[in-house]
């Protein structure tokens, strides 16, 4: 842009300095007030919010999915913890009941087979219907007893329920399969075991719910959180578990329940929609040591690279960078706190994409600004050529025109120098009568002096020739040894002398030489006398003689 | 200045295309999936796909996108909702694996015909009845990547108990009329434990039925009044009623996993799910020895066995960038290194003939032993055995499932009835003899609802 401005500079330069043509010049102006004009208005537009700076757009799109993810995540996570509340309570009061009918205590249940599977026959249906209920994939009970303390693996048992087969949000048509808990309940219930069933649950595989389990009891509806995501252990699944413990009459907690929440299940529940970028996607991320790990969730586009699920943060002005693997991503990031533990809501779209659409916007506006910049320079020819062509026209008719009357034009000012320059042309037209009038009259004149200069000429030829014959005749008549003398004589003469002499010799009477020297004649009587001295003549007639004859001479040497 | 106009417009033109558009046009195909290979454990064609994903589909802008690995049953019920635009279904994949008895519910013009992407050399490399399989009026829709067959596993640990008290052996496992005679012993040995679990009826009479002569599908139905019916029903009803053969709903790997039964016949990819140990009600577990037999057969029939295994279908799509990609993993997925890659983690069979050959030419490059056991077993049915494909008909999924549930129920009731009645003292022979008959008839006028 700046070159540009120093090229149109350097053309008015030019044209202020340079012979240019009218509508070159036109056209250099036209373009500078329309271009000045046009920066105005897109710096005003920008200035006032009409237009956005570049990468605003992406930034705003990141922002509101934020939001939108944001508020998905948290009413959902709201959700599913008023669940788990009324799902512990009702898991409690269960227990209670099934101990009561069984007439035994909760610390009986341990090492009694029969008796877990009875618990868990009574537990299934409130822990399937809480499933059914809650937007999870999964849900669990665990007792904080087992059904073998003699084994090395500690294990807590109770039931794990997940839905098979998941492939939406919408776990209507799903089947339920029993993940952990009698195999017994299952053939009950009629459902699938699921691949990788195991009876009870390992103590140390999910060590927050281990935390829970042996924490202190306290106020139910605080205790819940979101756990971080484990790799559920022999399957492809990766989870995290919204768990809340359970509390007994005496508000210990006998065991934990709560829901899961699949990588897959995220990925279809919080598939980012409607930000008007379809590669944008988000993740609900948990710090770890030296990193973060999440659940990513599917975008518009049905496409993200392939990444690992952890990441590594870099803050920057109003965007984080995020890095999994080779992979870069730009996004934003704001804090969310589930029940008792701090996650990270992100929004990303891979660096390519972000590079790709910035350098969309910016092609878009060098497209626009060539665009502009070309209707302007047509708008310019076009102009100029419009308001140019007829007063060139005009201009090539005045100078082709001999008749200024005659002249006709569409631009008033033209039309009124047609008419001053008829007016001119009348006012010349006599001027140059008169002119020719004097010039015949000066030509006659010329002719007559002309005769006359010839007649002069000739009789100043015959004077001439008279003279030379004179000269000639008074030659012989004067003494050569006088003449001598006389010549001789004129280099002894005073410088007042010479001046009377030279006057004398310009044909000036003794009144114009006093009126010349400023004498008195009595003064000029003394030269005289002087001159004619040293000169050796008597009279003026014999000086003047004497003085032709020299002159004469003169002229003879310098021919 | 004419020429001026036209050049800038021109420019103009070429910006505004390439300059105004939203899209970035570098954005590879993203092709989502279903498909049934792994069900909930690590799937093996998720492995071959995260390979053709960092390779071929990188190399040509493809990726696949597995959103759901479910089972055969799930899947047709999921594709068929989704094809109908039911209420909560949600939109159809771009790839899915199943039955070819599904082709007809989602509509035959809205499949893409694989044959348009396929050259002849192409074409012929694949296992021609495995190819023949996918093609429904005169179009290949179904694109076979893996293949399976029925075999007989058998917790060797337990049954060496079993025949060290009772005496029998392991032969009698390879003839149904013995190994139903099994079920039986196995049952009174264990106090009621089953021995044996059939996981596909439907596949039992197919196979058995066409073994004797008969044919189980006429006209289009499933026909039990003939002969080979009663033939094949009797012995295998005999030792459902008495206990020992499982007529309960789930698969066997389930009840494998706690002894519930020792053995079953199923498709070779269910030694995926066959643990090398049990878990008994204490939590305790004991790891077993797993031996794999080739399909049985009764002694006096034609040894036959079923040729199964879902195939690869595509969504035709308007965008044939879409089509070309799918055709793109189709081949790939069934090139011979990838297709034994596959197939050998999961228990299938390769669908090309070169993959067949170097397959069972070396089955010491199986590195798992009990895959080498699996494949020993389907190579020792090789030759001998009649593979029998799946018949296709009018709602042929939908006779299938309703006929399994008929079978199961209607002989769970008539166990249920034996042991009540035995436990009432009646005679077990005559209480045998008239479930037999009754269940026959229950399940023939079932059918013929």
């Known amino acids: 842009m700046i070159l540009c401005l120093k090229e149109i500079k350097s053309a008015l330069e030019t044209a202020q300095t340079q012979g240019v043509s009218m509508r070159r010049r036109l056209m250099i102006y036209l373009f500078t007030i329309m271009l000045f004009f046009a920066l105005l208005i897109a710096m005003l537009l920008l200035l006032f919010g009409a237009i956005d700076p570049i990468g605003y757009e992406i930034e705003r799109a990141l922002g509101n999915q934020l939001e939108n993810t944001v508020n998905t995540i948290e009413r959902q996570s709201n959700d599913q913890a008023a669940y788990a509340l009324a799902f512990s309570q009702q898991i409690a009061a269960a227990v209670k009941d099934e101990l009561a009918d069984a007439g035994i205590t909760f610390d009986q249940l341990r090492n009694t087979p029969d008796a877990l599977e009875s618990m868990q026959n009574k537990l299934f249906e409130v822990v399937n219907n809480n499933m059914l209920l809650t937007p999870c994939s999964g849900a669990f009970c665990f007792l904080n007893t087992t059904v073998n303390d003699t084994l090395p693996d500690k294990s807590y048992s109770g039931l794990y329920l997940k839905f098979a087969n998941l492939y939406a949000e919408n776990t209507i048509h799903n089947d339920v399969c029993l993940f952990r808990g009698f195999s017994t309940v299952a053939r009950e219930k009629n459902m699938n075991l699921h691949s990788t069933w195991q009876l009870e649950t390992q103590e140390g595989v999910f060590p927050e719910i281990d935390g829970l389990m042996s924490g202190k009891s306290g106020n139910l509806s605080g205790a819940y959180f979101l756990t971080s995501v484990y790799k559920l252990p022999d399957t492809w699944e990766s989870v995290r578990f919204l768990c809340i413990p359970i509390l007994d009459s005496h508000g210990v907690t006998i065991g934990v329940c709560g829901f899961e929440i699949s990588s897959l299940y995220f990925s279809l529940s919080h598939k980012t929609m409607g930000s008007g970028q379809a590669h944008i996607f988000c993740a609900l991320l948990t710090e770890e040591t030296d990193h973060y790990a999440g659940q990513i969730a599917g975008n518009q586009s049905g496409y993200f690279p392939l990444v690992e699920n952890t990441f590594s943060l870099e803050n920057r002005a109003n965007l984080t960078t995020f890095h999994s693997g080779d992979t870069e991503f730009i996004g934003k990031i704001q804090e969310l706190k589930i029940g008792t533990t701090a996650h990270t809501v992100a929004v990303m779209l891979p660096a390519t994409e972000y590079q790709a659409l910035m350098q969309t916007v910016r092609l878009k506006i060098a497209a626009f600004l060539f665009i502009a910049s070309v209707a302007i320079l047509i708008s310019v020819l076009w102009g100029s050529k419009k308001y140019v062509t007829p007063i060139l026209k005009d201009l090539e008719q005045i100078k082709t025109s001999t008749d200024w009357t005659q002249g006709e034009s569409h631009v008033s000012e033209i039309e009124d120098l047609f008419a001053f320059l008829a007016e001119q042309d009348r006012e010349h037209e006599a001027a140059l009568s008169a002119l020719n009038q004097e010039r015949l009259e000066a030509q006659s004149r010329q002719e007559r002096l002309q005769s006359k200069l010839e007649q002069t000429s000739s009789d100043l030829g015959s004077a001439q020739a008279e003279i030379a014959r004179l000269a000639y005749s008074r030659k012989q008549e004067i003494d050569p040894d006088d003449f001598q003398y006389f010549l001789e004589g004129i280099s002894q003469l005073t410088p007042t002398e010479r001046k009377v002499f030279d006057l004398y010799l310009e044909g000036k009477n003794a009144k114009e030489i006093i009126a010349i020297l400023g004498v008195t004649e009595n003064t000029l009587k003394f030269h005289n006398k002087n001159i004619y001295n040293k000169l050796g003549v008597s009279s003026r007639k014999q000086l003047l003689r004497y003085a032709t004859l020299m002159k004469q001479q003169e002229e003879n040497d310098q021919q | ?449």
């Open chain 2, 1 to 449: 200045m004419k020429k001026l106009c036209i050049f800038f417009l021109t420019i103009i033109l070429l910006v505004g295309m390439t300059g105004c558009g939203n899209k970035v046009t570098n954005d590879p195909i993203t092709l989502t999936m279903w498909h049934v290979y792994g069900s909930q454990t690590e799937s093996p064609l998720n492995v071959m796909i995260d390979e053709f994903n960092q390779t071929k589909g990188k190399e040509s802008g493809i990726v696949i996108s597995v959103v759901s690995v479910t089972n055969s049953t799930a899947i047709d019920d999921a594709l068929i909702a989704s094809a109908n635009n039911e209420p909560g279904a949600v939109p159809m994949p771009d790839l899915f694996t199943a039955y070819p008895r599904v082709a007809e519910e989602i509509g035959l013009d809205r499949l893409l015909d694989w044959s348009g992407y396929l050259s002849e050399e192409e074409r012929s490399a694949y296992v021609d009845e495995f190819l023949a399989e996918g093609v429904i009026d005169g179009r290949l829709v179904m694109l076979p990547i893996a293949k399976s067959t029925e075999l007989l596993f058998l917790n060797k640990t337990i049954f060496d108990r079993f025949a060290a008290d009772t005496g029998v052996s392991e032969e009698e496992l390879l003839h149904f009329e013995t190994l139903f005679d099994l079920c039986c012993q196995y049952y009174d040995w264990s106090d009621g434990a089953e021995m044996f679990q059939i996981n596909d009826f439907y596949y039992y009479f197919l196979v058995n039925i066409a073994g004797q002569g008969g044919q189980f599908i006429q006209d289009g139905k499933l026909d039990c009044n003939s002969e080979e019916f009663e033939q094949a029903y009797l012995p295998m009803a005999r030792a459902a009623i008495h206990g020992g053969l499982c007529t309960g709903d789930g698969y066997a790997s389930d009840r494998w996993k706690t002894a519930e039964v020792i053995s079953n016949i199923g498709s070779t990819a269910g030694m995926l799910y066959l643990r090398d140990y049990v878990t008994y009600q204490d939590n305790t577990t004991e790891e077993i020895e797993t031996a794999v037999y080739p399909y049985p057969a009764f002694s006096d029939a034609s040894p036959m066995v079923i040729q199964r295994g879902t195939g690869l279908f595509a969504m035709k799509s308007e965008d044939e960038r879409k089509n070309e990609a799918a055709a793109v993993f189709g081949k790939w997925i069934t090139e011979e290194e990838h297709n034994l890659d596959f197939v050998i983690a999961s228990g299938y069979l390769p669908v090309t003939e070169n993959a067949f050959s170097t397959l069972f030419s070396d089955m010491g490059t199986i590195e798992d032993e009990k895959f080498q056991m699996l494949y020993g077993a389907v190579s020792q049915m090789d030759g001998s055995y009649t593979f029998c494909p799946l018949p296709l008909y009018d709602a042929s999924g939908e006779a299938q499932s309703r006929f399994e549930e008929t079978v199961k129920s209607v002989l769970s009731i008539a166990h249920r009835d034996y042991i009540s009645r035995i436990e009432h003292g009646d005679d077990p022979e005559t209480i045998m003899s008239e479930l037999l008959d009754s269940s026959l008839s229950e399940i023939r006028r079932a059918v013929e609802r």
